[in-house]
């Protein structure tokens, strides 16, 4: 009898495993979550276009804006998810805290949003241009083109003190490695990531430390002595913090390798480059990298649409901002 009873019940278990298994196999699928390519296919076709025809005015104005919205994308990402939060204008938002405050190439932003609300009103996000405009900003330099899964939705936080978290010039590779696996990211993804610096500029005030002997500390003894020498004349040990240096000095404005092979030879120009030389947990990744049967723009692209999905907010999260600068 007890053992009639035990068959019953694992007949039933079976049986409920069964249509449950099948049930989810065959369910439809829930609200569609997470970003994909071509969202804007049917609801607003032309949104790719208008973005990249922006971004495109404002590089031929100023060729700075393609490193600066570069950066900001990375700046955006890092802090609460790929959710434009770093666009927001106002007191104590993200935009304020320390390390965005020389990031550049907002106006390209609100141009691709003001003409997609005239085209598209209250369809695509800010997050989603400022993802498309940071592959806009390698083409435009020379880099390789890539799809950009859209989707996302506009966050409606940003506080100066989450900025905190960002990865700085003087951070080791332990540290950076900590801040990129805190978001998902691996060390190959840093290493790759970090060859966003092919393009663009620091100032002096963010790596000065390494060039001087100061209190009794000698300079950076990593740093190539005929480089040393050039950047003390760039940046001189009283002279304007705010002066720019190429980060991947000799080839500042074309995404390519060159940014590894000058770390290759003493010439980083933040510690925090030159130390993924120095540091043989990601040396070998450098030397792949900067090799002539580099993957660098395919591993870019990839890590990229990785680092553009960190924290996303998809279906009925967030919102679609009227304006990139302020919440609706
Ligand atoms: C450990 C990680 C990183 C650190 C510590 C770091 C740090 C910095 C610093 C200190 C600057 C100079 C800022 C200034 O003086 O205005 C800079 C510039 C820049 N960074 Fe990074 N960065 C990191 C990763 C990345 C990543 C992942 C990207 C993009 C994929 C990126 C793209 C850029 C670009 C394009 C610039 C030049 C900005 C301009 O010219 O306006 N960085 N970075």
Redesign the pocket.
């Known amino acids: 009898m007890g053992l009639d009873r035990s068959l019953c019940l694992f007949i039933a278990f079976l049986s409920y495993l069964v249509i449950s298994v099948h049930g989810q196999a065959t369910a439809r699928p829930g609200p569609v979550s997470g970003t994909r390519i071509g969202f804007y296919a049917t609801t607003c076709p032309t949104a790719e276009t208008i973005v990249r025809n922006a971004v495109t005015a404002a590089f031929r104005s100023n060729p ?1 804006i393609a ?2 919205i ?2 900001m994308f ?1 700046h955006d990402c890092f802090v609460l998810g790929c959710d434009a939060s770093i666009l927001i204008s106002g007191a104590n938002t993200e935009r304020t805290a320390g390390p965005n405050g ?1 990031l ?1 190439g907002f106006e390209a932003l609100d141009n691709a949003k003001t003409q997609l609300e005239a085209t598209c009103p209250g369809v695509v996000s800010c997050a989603d241009i400022l993802a498309l405009a940071a592959r806009d900003t390698v083409v435009l330099t020379r880099g390789t083109s890539w799809q950009v899964p859209t989707g996302r939705r506009d966050g409606r936080v940003s506080v100066a003190a989450n900025a905190n978290n960002l ?3 003087r ?1 080791s590779v332990a540290v ?1 490695q900590q ?1 990129f696996s805190a978001v998902g990211l691996n060390t190959r993804d ?1 290493v790759v ?2 060859g ?2 092919t ?5 002096c005030g ?1 790596f000065r430390n390494r060039l001087f002997n100061t209190t009794g500390q000698p300079a950076d003894p990593t740093i190539d002595p005929t480089f040393l020498a050039q950047l003390q004349t760039q940046c001189p040990q009283n002279g304007d913090a705010s002066v720019r240096v190429d ?1 991947d000095t000799g080839s500042g404005t074309t995404f390519d390798t060159s940014y590894y092979n000058n770390l290759s030879r003493g010439r980083g120009v ?1 510690q ?1 480059d030159q130390v993924l030389w120095t540091d043989p947990a990601t040396r070998p990744i450098v030397q792949q990298l900067m090799s002539p049967r580099s993957t660098f723009n395919a591993e870019f692209a990839r890590s ?1 649409v990785r680092m553009s999905n960190i924290g996303v907010l998809t279906g009925a999260n967030g919102e679609i901002r009227r304006v990139c600068s302020a919440i609706n």
């Open positions: 700075a490193p600066g570069l950066r990375f020389n550049r990865p700085g010039p951070d950076q801040k840093l990531l970090v966003g610096h393009i663009g500029t620091a100032g963010v980060l933040l925090s990229m």
